[in-house]
Each structure stands twice: as structure tokens, then as C-alpha cells.
């Protein structure tokens, strides 16, 4: 699946313009409001961001993978609450259907998805079990043609927003095999919403827990229609949806290395611009050799994960892809750090994109994965017998 050379040579293009001219210049209010504002998201529709990555049968653009992340990179070169508006859309809310769903499902939520019109979130944490998933308590007992869902989702990015979840909930015993993917619409009976967490940073992005009491979800909505694949689905959408914050994290670097160099040639010290001086050039280069590095790292796993049989998994490239979080969110910790650095005090000052992109990249080390889940699975596939 991808998208013709010639649309997407449109696309692309497109798409750095609106982050320029209408998302960046936003950034002040979403700070100041903590809301992406209503227009935008309106705008954001009529491109047809929400539904990136839906195929084109589904009424989606249909990009591949490696077109996907060179996308996020221009959407992470600004505040990360504009891309999370659509973000577990196109990615980890509705790839489990996509990736594992039934053609009943993927014909029912997929269009709906793809227009905007349906938001679905991913609800895999519970106050229990963060990195340890396959553990999760959430249980779903069997009743007739319905499954009965108890338990609590945790930190729910666009829970506030969602019409329905994907929702990984325990159907057989302990561990990973006893976990089922489900869509829950939003609107069922006994499924509340916690109050909006207040977070370090990505002001404008809204998570929340998601509190199930006896809802009822018919069967016919376990994602593939088979109950245990659920935590496979889950780690099979992770893949992808960690690749993409990877390229997220490239895309924050080289805007914070440009708010550098710009301060750099501007600010003017002992008589000259500061930027002249080799300790703050030093800075400067370690930030574009490390994302060089990164990216480069980035969109050669995005290639070899288009290479594969589309939805098959190979632990090989969930080796590369944890490698690309690793590496690429690390390092975008390092460059907003040095990004404060050059700009001395004025660094740690909220009007200045840095302060914000600073406390806005420490999550990308924690979400979808922490660095230690990346260098367990990394470290599990090294030794793995041959
Ligand atoms: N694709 C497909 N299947 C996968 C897979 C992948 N990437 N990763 C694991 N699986 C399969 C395994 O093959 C195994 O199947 P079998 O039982 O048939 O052999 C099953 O899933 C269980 O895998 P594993 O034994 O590796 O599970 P663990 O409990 O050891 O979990 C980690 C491993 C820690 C890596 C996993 O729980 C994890 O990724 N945790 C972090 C969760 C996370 O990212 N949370 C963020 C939420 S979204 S913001």
C-alpha cells in the first residue's frame, strides 16, 4: 500500500505549508488554552489527515509506511498536540483493525475513521500494568453474544475525543494469550471518563483514564473475531506506532536545532553573535550529526518494514524498530537539552519554542514503549538462538 508518487509529491509539500503557516503560528494559543483550536482541526479533515493511513477502498489516502514517517517528521517539527488531534487515528487507535480487524469491521469503522467523523483512541495501560501489558486485570466475561468489560484504562490519549477504543481486555487466563483486542463505542453504558491528567508538557493533548462497569460489548467486536490474538494485535500496532514517534522525534530535533541557529546568529555577546563561538557551534553540530543519524536510521526501517508481506510480523524488523525508538528518542532528549543550552536563560523562559519542545520530548522516551522496553526487545532478539 502507498500512495502514487505524483499525489504524494502534492501531499507532502502541503502538508509542511499548513505546519508553517497555520500550525506553527498556533502554537502560542495552545499553550496559553491547552486546546487545538476548532478551525484547525476543521482544516485538518478537509486534507484528510485523519485518514493518512487508511486504505484508499476505505475512503483513506493510503500511505506506506516509509511515506508515513517523512509525514510525521514535518509534523513534528511543531507542537505535538496538532498531530495528536489525529495521531491514534491514522496510527495506534484503528491499525488494529486495519492490521488484524474482520472485513466487517474494517467496512464499518474504517470509512468512518478516515473522514474524521469516528476518533478512536488505544486503551492497553491500566493502573497495574504500564510496561508489563500482558498483564493486564480489565476482564471481559462471555454472556450469550456479548462480553461483559470491568476494569480501568490508564493515561488514554484522546479518550476525551474518541467515539470508540481499541481495547485490549483479558477474555482467558494469565499472560499474553489471554488477552483480546476490542472496539468499544465510546457511548456504551457504564464507560466513564476520568478527568484530563495534567501533564509536564504536550499542552493540548488530552489523556484520561477510561472506567468500564459492566458494558457490554457484543462479541462480534473482538478485532478479528478470535478471542487471545489480542495482545499480538497490540504489539503488532506498537510496531508501527513506535516507528512513528520515532520519526516524530527526528522532525522535533531539526526544529529545535533551527530555533538554535537562529537565536545563535541573533543573540550577541562580548561584542559578536554567539553563534561564533566554537563551544556553541559544538552544541549546534553534536544536535545535526545525532539527528542525521537517526533519521537516516529511521526511514531505512520504515523501507524494510514496506519490504515485508503487508501485516505479517518479523521480530527482525520489531528488533530495527525499537532500535529506531531507542536511538531516535533518545537523542531527541540530547538536542532539546542543548537546544535550552544555547539559549542560555532565555532557554528556560515559557515564550521561547525551546522551554516547551524541551518538557514536550521527554515523553517520547515513555510513551509507547519506555527506552528499557526498547532495549529489552532489542537485547531478547540479539539472543535469541539462531
Ligand atoms: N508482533 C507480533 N507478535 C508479537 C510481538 C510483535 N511485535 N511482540 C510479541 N509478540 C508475541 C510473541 O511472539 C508472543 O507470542 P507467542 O506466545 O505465540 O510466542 C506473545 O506476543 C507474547 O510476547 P512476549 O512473550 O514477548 O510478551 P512479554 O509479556 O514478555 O512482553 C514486552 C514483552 C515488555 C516487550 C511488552 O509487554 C511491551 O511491549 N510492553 C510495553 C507496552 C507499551 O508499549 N505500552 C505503551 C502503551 S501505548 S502508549
Known amino acids: ?118 476518533i478512536m483512541s488505544f486503551a492497553l495501560t491500566e493502573p497495574d500494568a504500564g510496561t508489563d501489558a500482558a498483564s493486564l486485570k480489565t476482564r471481559a466475561v462471555l454472556e450469550g453474544d456479548h462480553y461483559v468489560l470491568n476494569g480501568t484504562k490508564r493515561y488514554i490519549t484522546n479518550a476525551p475525543r474518541a467515539g470508540a477504543f481499541t481495547l485490549m481486555a483479558r477474555t482467558g487466563g494469565p499472560g499474553a494469550g489471554g488477552v483480546s483486542s476490542f472496539i468499544v463505542p465510546a457511548n456504551s453504558p457504564g464507560l466513564k471518563l476520568g478527568k484530563n491528567d495534567k501533564k ?80 556553541i557551534q559544538a552544541m549546534l553540530a553534536d544536535s545535526q550529526a545525532e539527528l542525521l543519524a537517526g533519521w537516516s536510521l529511521v526511514k531505512d526501517v520504515a523501507h524494510r518494514f514496506d519490504a515485508k508481506p503487508a501485516h505479517a510480523s518479523d521480530p527482525d524488523i520489531s528488533m530495527r524498530v525499537s532500535c529506531a525508538k531507542l536511538f531516535a528518542t533518545e537523542m531527541v532528549g540530547r538536542v532539546a537539552d542543548r537546544g535550552v543550552q544555547v539559549h542560555g536563560g532565555a532557554g528556560y523562559i515559557n515564550e521561547y519554542p525551546v522551554e516547551r519542545f524541551y518538557r514536550d520530548a521527554r515523553l517520547l522516551r515513555l510513551y509507547e514503549g519506555t527506552t528499557q522496553v526498547q532495549q529489552l526487545i532489542i537485547g531478547r532478539e540479539l539472543l535469541r538462538a539462531d
Not at 506506506?64 to 507542537?79: D, K
Open 1 to 118: 500500500m502507498a500512495l502514487d508518487i505524483e499525489s504524494f509529491d502534492i501531499l507532502l509539500p502541503a502538508i509542511q505549508r499548513f505546519v508553517l503557516e497555520r500550525l506553527v503560528p498556533a502554537e502560542n494559543y495552545l499553550e496559553e488554552h491547552d486546546e487545538v483550536p476548532a478551525d484547525i482541526i476543521e482544516d485538518m479533515k478537509e486534507m484528510g489527515l485523519f485518514g493518512l493511513t487508511v486504505p484508499e477502498e476505505y475512503g483513506g489516502i493510503g500511505l506506506s509506511v516509509s511515506q508515513e514517517v517523512l509525514v510525521n517528521y514535518e509534523l513534528g517539527r511543531t507542537a505535538a498536540a496538532f498531530r495528536s488531534v489525529f495521531g491514534t487515528n491514522i496510527g495506534i487507535g484503528s491499525q488494529g483493525i486495519l492490521m488484524d480487524g474482520t472485513p466487517e469491521q474494517k467496512a464499518e469503522y474504517l470509512p468512518r475513521v478516515a473522514s474524521g467523523e469516528l
Open 200 to 279: 509536564m508538557g504536550q499542552r493540548g493533548t488530552k489523556t484520561c483514564d477510561v472506567i468500564l462497569e459492566d458494558v457490554r460489548v457484543p462479541a462480534a467486536n473482538i478485532i478479528g473475531g478470535v478471542p487471545g490474538q489480542g495482545f499480538k494485535t497490540a504489539m503488532r500496532v506498537l510496531d508501527r506506532g513506535r516507528l512513528n514517534i520515532s520519526a516524530v522525534s527526528c522532525g522535533l530535533a531539526s526544529r529545535i536545532i533551527d530555533e538554535s541557529r537562529r537565536y545563535a546568529r541573533e543573540r550577541r555577546q562580548f561584542g559578536k553573535a554567539i553563534g561564533e563561538f566554537q563551544l
